[in-house]
């Protein structure tokens, strides 16, 4: 299991948000593509980059996602935020992310799940935020009917490279993951997951690495606060 460090940006900063609000952010630094270099020059093998303008609205930070792309280079990066059509993803892959990640309108919309992972095969990655067993859209603020086990098997159906499972109410809390719905995600889905949301100590790390089909961890405010060291992580892991 690899570990992914998170940077999230927002109005051109490095943030974290609680739980998803956007009233409950920290700023972590004020140049992202400084942040995403130090995690990748500590051994990321991939970085997770969120636009927040985009997961709140449309799209505003593809400039500097294709600057962090190219900091980090060669380590591949996966992007998320507010992709909500075919030309948004497009754009973010030609700006050199190596995988778009894709959420409420692929939650909202079985027809769009499908064209874009045809359209765009092993690069799109599908985020599955939960609160409690049903699906959260639209920057987390919304709950719908789909549960996340139904949108996992459409997302594997439609031939998505991957799942991005965050438990919205751990996120950035520091309070361990959900290990129990990770791993039923996983056994349901039978398609590599990416797990998310509240990360706090490499014990965290190597239970998730336990878990069959977990291939990577997004960790965010556990890596900025320095309750996890990148090196020791990977160190831990590699054993």
């Known amino acids: 299991m690899i570990v992914i460090p998170a940077v999230d940006i927002k109005d051109g900063r490095c943030v ?19 942040m995403a270099k130090r995690w ?16 709140f609205g449309a799209p505003r930070q593809t400039a500097l ?19 909500r059509d075919l030309a948004a993803v497009e754009d973010l892959l030609v700006a050199g992310a190596r995988w778009a990640v894709v959420g409420t ?3 909202l919309d079985r027809r769009f799940l499908d064209e874009v992972c045809h359209v765009f095969p092993a690069r799109v990655i599908v985020a599955v935020d939960a609160r409690g067993t049903q699906v959260a859209v639209k920057g987390w603020t919304e709950v719908v009917d789909t549960t996340v086990a139904e949108l ?3 997302a594997r159906d439609a031939g998505a490279a991957a799942l991005l499972y965050t438990d919205v109410a751990r996120d950035g809390t520091e309070q361990g993951p959900n290990l129990e719905h990770t791993e039923d995600l996983a056994r349901a889905v039978g ?6 949301g509240g990360v ?7 239970r998730l690495a ?15 606060t320095g309750a996890i060291d990148l090196k020791q992580a990977l160190t831990a892991l590699a054993c």
Do not use: K, N
Not at 40 to 55: C, S, W
Not at 65 to 81: K, L, R
Not at 191 to 196: D, G, K, R, T, V
Not at 210 to 224: D, F, K, M
């Open 200 to 206: 706090a100590t490499i014990e965290d790390l190597q």
């Open 191 to 196: 398609m590599p997951i990416l797990a998310s």
């Open 65 to 83: 996602v294709a600057a962090v792309v190219a900091a980090v280079a060669p380590v591949p990066v996966e992007v998320g935020g507010g992709l």
């Open 16 to 34: 974290r948000l609680r739980e998803g609000r956007a009233d409950q952010m920290t700023v972590f630094s004020d140049d992202p593509v400084a």
């Open 152 to 154: 996992g098997m459409r």
């Open 210 to 224: 336990s878990i069959r089909g977990v291939a990577g961890t997004v960790v965010g405010r556990a890596l900025y």
């Open 40 to 55: 990748a020059d500590l051994g990321a093998e991939r970085l997770h980059v969120v636009d927040l303008d985009g997961a």
């Open 105 to 107: 309108r692929a939650a």
